[in-house]
Every structure is written in structure tokens, then in C-alpha cells.
């Protein structure tokens, strides 16, 4: 008889543990895989962060430089010869569980000034924006980099000017993007200098 309880009670052990199992292991995978999706929101906004650094520092120095992103999604790359509410824009588009942004439309992360021309030497060149959509029990998480032109006092404008070859729209999955100056020259007829940089993808 004393035997038979041990056994029993082994039993009743193993069915406690293995319902206990049951029931967390759901609920620690959904945690693990919210905590990787937060890290990979954060590493998308730093890549972004740095992108716009790099850009800037070749329009303005010259050269070229190469960047990846280690995270699933896709960027787009639309140039600013292409007529679209997002011309002259890198975009990248992800899949995640959580999201920092609010749902809705773009929102503006870097700046709170998104008019299109802005003024030199008190606004940044850049709009940093994001933008989530819940779709099923996933979030679409989207982030754009867009260059607008900076007027200094004397109304005078400069301006950041994306190019692709042929100025089509590019898309790309692999996370790797190449940044390169092709060169700076003034808009006929206007008070504008462009610097134009070719993002290869």
C-alpha cells in the first residue's frame, strides 16, 4: 500500500508540473518574443538615428558609406523626382508585437517642426516619423526618413536631394544600404542649392 501512495503521489507531481508547464509556457514564449520585438523597434529607430548622421555627414563631406540592419523587414526607397507624398524619403517596414509609436498615422519622432521648409541653423534638414497599424495580433511598424529644405535669413534654401538610379523606387530585404554623394549644384532659377546623394540598395 505504501508503495502504491508513492507511486501516486509521483504521479500527481508529474501531472501538477507538467499542467504548471502547460499553462506558462505560452505566456513566457509571448514574453520573450514581446522583449525581442521591443529590442528590435529600439534597433530600427537607433539605424534610423544613424542613417540620417550618416547622410548628412556625406552630403557635407563627401565620400561614401555603407550601413545594414539586422532586423526582418523591408525598405523603400522613394527619390525626390518621384511625384508621392513620401518622395525624397527612406522607408522601412516591420512586423512586431509591441510598438513604441501610437497607432494611427505618421507621427514626427525627432522634431516637432514638419513644414517643408524649415530654417537653417534652428530646424534639422530631417523628419524622423513613424507609424503603427494593428493588423491581427501583429503590428505593422513603419519608419520614414525624410529631407526637407532649410531657408537661412536671407531666404536662401539648401536642401538634402535622394536619388536612386534611373529615380525609381527601390525596395530591399536584406538590410543593407550604401550612401554616396554624387554632388552639390544650384536650381536654375531659384534661391536653392541641392546636394544630391544616391542611396544604393
Known amino acids: 500500500m505504501k508503495g502504491q501512495s508513492n507511486i501516486i503521489s509521483v504521479l500527481i507531481i508529474i501531472f501538477i ?21 521591443m529590442k528590435s523597434i529600439d534597433d530600427v529607430y537607433n ?10 555627414n556625406v552630403a557635407q563631406n563627401g565620400g561614401e ?4 540592419l539586422k532586423v526582418p523587414g523591408k ?17 522601412f517596414m516591420t512586423e512586431s508585437k ?14 516637432p517642426n514638419i513644414n517643408e521648409t524649415a530654417t537653417l541653423g534652428v530646424d534639422s534638414p530631417s523628419v524622423i516619423f513613424g507609424k503603427a497599424q494593428k493588423s491581427g495580433d501583429k503590428i505593422n511598424v513603419q519608419y ?9 535669413n536671407a531666404g536662401y534654401s539648401y ?11 527601390k525596395n530591399t530585404t536584406t538590410g543593407f544600404l550604401r550612401v554616396k554623394r554624387i554632388g552639390s549644384e544650384e536650381v536654375t532659377g531659384k534661391p536653392l542649392t541641392i546636394t544630391k546623394i544616391n542611396i544604393i540598395v
Do not use: H
Not at 539605424?47 to 548628412?56: P, Q, Y
Not at 558609406?65 to 545594414?68: A, G, I, M
Open 159 to 169: 536642401k538634402i536631394v535622394l536619388k536612386t538610379s534611373n529615380d525609381d523606387i
Open 75 to 91: 525598405f523603400e526607397i522613394i527619390p525626390d523626382a518621384f511625384s508621392s507624398d513620401d518622395s525624397n524619403s527612406v522607408l
Open 98 to 111: 509591441v510598438s513604441l509609436i501610437a497607432e494611427g498615422g505618421w507621427i514626427p519622432l525627432n522634431t
Open 47 to 56: 539605424f534610423f538615428e544613424t542613417l540620417d548622421a550618416t547622410i548628412r
Open 65 to 68: 558609406e555603407s550601413l545594414t
Open 17 to 37: 508540473v507538467t499542467g504548471a508547464t502547460a499553462t506558462v509556457a505560452p505566456w513566457a514564449y509571448t514574453m520573450i518574443q514581446k522583449k525581442q520585438d
Open 144 to 152: 520614414k526618413l525624410w529631407y526637407r529644405e532649410l531657408k537661412n
